[in-house]
């Protein structure tokens, strides 16, 4: 199939040619990696969808939110993507797969697409398919693309930069394990949903709510947010509260980024990023190709013979793949 002929299924929201191209682009295989490109470019410039990254630690209740939050919107008549970045080798082959019994009336709902995490331990490579197949969803008509991630800390970086809005979700905690979240995190997050609001622990959650909130006042204001953003609010995924609310503060946020150009701006700040990790990746990459695989090593064994000094042994080899070698 051409690659016109691919763009056209996606666009008119075919799932199978959605889901074969996100296949597509998840292939290392250099022919593969051509075409994907080719349909990357073809489907540029098509419409926006909302991306909302979400992260938390495991246990705290991320596919429970997902199925709810899911449902909500589909029931509002909005078509939902779900997609993963798993950063940790060992639960490769299906973080999502497996959770697809924990949403399992998203995963049935004919407005959801729900899509396993990629088998990949390296975070580049799974950001970079992360990032194209959020692109591929966006072509394909979804209205909001969610974006789940476990809290390891590097993937919640990677899915920030995916993403329009960031959900931090937390579970109720006793006073003193503030400090488990890290600065760098908590300065990412627009919204931090402390989630299982719910029974026994619902008082404990709602001071864990106050927690943050304060927490929240002390950090820097940030440009993209209107006064009283970022919030931390309760919910209950599993009981199916406060997600109204949450969605709310989250329409009233992004209304108000549009309004003020954060939103594009904040668009435009990503692609350059990821053009930028692109090349880096790219250099990495060659590194470890031929040629200069085996230059490295020559050149590796000199230095450590004491016949060049290392800044010259690196300066040749950067003079070299300058050259495109
Ligand atoms: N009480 C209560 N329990 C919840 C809530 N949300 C999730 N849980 C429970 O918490 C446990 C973990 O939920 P998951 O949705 O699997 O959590 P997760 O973050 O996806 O976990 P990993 O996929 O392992 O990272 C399950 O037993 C859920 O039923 C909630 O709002 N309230
Ligand atoms: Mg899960």
């Known amino acids: 199939m051409d690659t016109e ?24 295989r250099a022919d593969h ?10 489907l540029r410039s098509g419409p926006q969808a909302l991306r909302i990254g979400l992260s938390g630690t495991p246990g705290v209740g991320k596919s429970t939110f997902i199925e709810t939050f899911g ?9 939902v993507a779900v997609l993963a970045v798993d950063p940790s080798s060992s639960r490769s082959g299906g973080s999502i797969l497996g959770d697809k019994t924990r949403m399992e009336h998203l995963s049935r709902d004919p407005n959801a697409f729900i899509r396993p ?60 394990e503030l400090q488990g979240v890290k600065r760098g995190i ?24 106050a927690d943050y909130a304060g927490a929240l006042h002390l950090l820097r204001r940030r440009p993209q947010d209107p006064r009283g953003f970022p919030k931390a609010l309760p919910v209950s995924a599993l009981v199916d509260e406060g ?27 990503q692609a350059r990023h990821w053009f930028q990790e692109e090349v880096r990746q790219g250099l990495l990459a060659a590194l470890n ?37």
Do not use: Y
Request: proline share 3%.
């Open 243 to 269: 997600l109204t609310q949450a969605w709310d503060e989250m329409q009233t946020l992004v209304a108000w980024r549009k309004t003020q150009g954060h939103w594009d701006r904040s668009r435009a700040t």
């Open 289 to 325: 190709r031929e040629p200069q695989k085996g230059l490295m090593t020559s050149l590796g064994d000199r230095v450590a013979a004491g016949d060049l000094t290392p800044e010259a042994a690196a300066s040749r080899m950067l003079e070299l793949l300058g050259r495109g070698r």
């Open 5 to 28: 002929e691919r763009a056209r299924l996606i666009r008119a929201g075919d799932r199978r040619a959605l889901a074969r191209a996100i296949t597509l682009v998840e292939s290392a």
């Open 117 to 176: 995490s990629p088998s990949q331990s390296q975070l580049g490579g799974v950001a970079r398919r992360t990032r194209e197949a959020v692109a591929l969803c966006e072509a394909a008509g979804f209205d909001i693309v969610l974006i789940e991630t476990v809290g390891v800390g590097q993937s919640e970086t990677v899915v920030a930069e995916l993403s329009d809005l960031f959900l931090l979700l937390l579970a109720p905690a006793g006073g003193d």
């Open 186 to 209: 908590m300065e990412m997050a627009d919204l931090i949903l402390v989630n299982k609001a719910d029974g026994d622990l619902k008082p404990a959650a709602l001071r864990t709510v």
């Open 33 to 42: 990696r051509a075409e994907a490109l080719a349909l990357l470019d073809a």
């Open 71 to 79: 449902l909500m919107l589909t029931a509002q008549g909005l078509k």
